[in-house]
């Protein structure tokens, strides 16, 4: 089993930023890739970035290409999503996953945490 623990979101205005942390636990060597994914209000989840575990390139989805950044803290099994110019439409359940598949869709990943919320407001 895999845990996923996310922290860091809250309210923001529109242009603002915040930084999400999510530091897994468990059995580390059965996943190879760790993303963050996002639902909004009536949406279905969606991804946000990924990155493999054990370092590499992230991939972003088009949404937030640029405004976005994933890093990673490999001694700490830690993944960090730094979101700036934040958007009312990132207004969202922020959840961070751990999977066998380099993918940004949500079926790839088979270890979920309990999500954190981001708002931004206009």
């Known amino acids: 089993q895999v845990q996923l623990v996310e922290s860091g979101g809250g309210s923001v205005q529109d242009g603002g930023t915040l930084r999400l942390a999510c530091v897994a636990s468990?059995?580390?060597?059965?996943?190879?890739?760790l993303g963050w994914f996002r639902q909004g209000p009536d949406k279905e989840r969606e991804g946000v970035a990924i990155i493999h575990a054990h370092g590499g390139s992230p991939e972003y989805a088009d949404s937030v290409q640029g405004r976005f950044i994933l890093s990673q803290d490999m001694a700490k099994n830690a993944v960090y999503l730094q979101m700036n110019i934040l958007k009312p439409e990132d207004t969202a359940m922020y959840y961070c996953?751990?999977?066998?598949?380099?993918?940004?869709?949500?079926?790839?990943?088979?270890?979920w945490g309990q999500g954190t919320q981001v708002t931004v407001s206009s």
């Open positions: 468990g059995n580390i060597d059965n996943i190879n890739y």
């Open positions: 996953a751990a999977g066998l598949r380099f993918s940004l869709e949500s079926k790839y990943y088979d270890y």
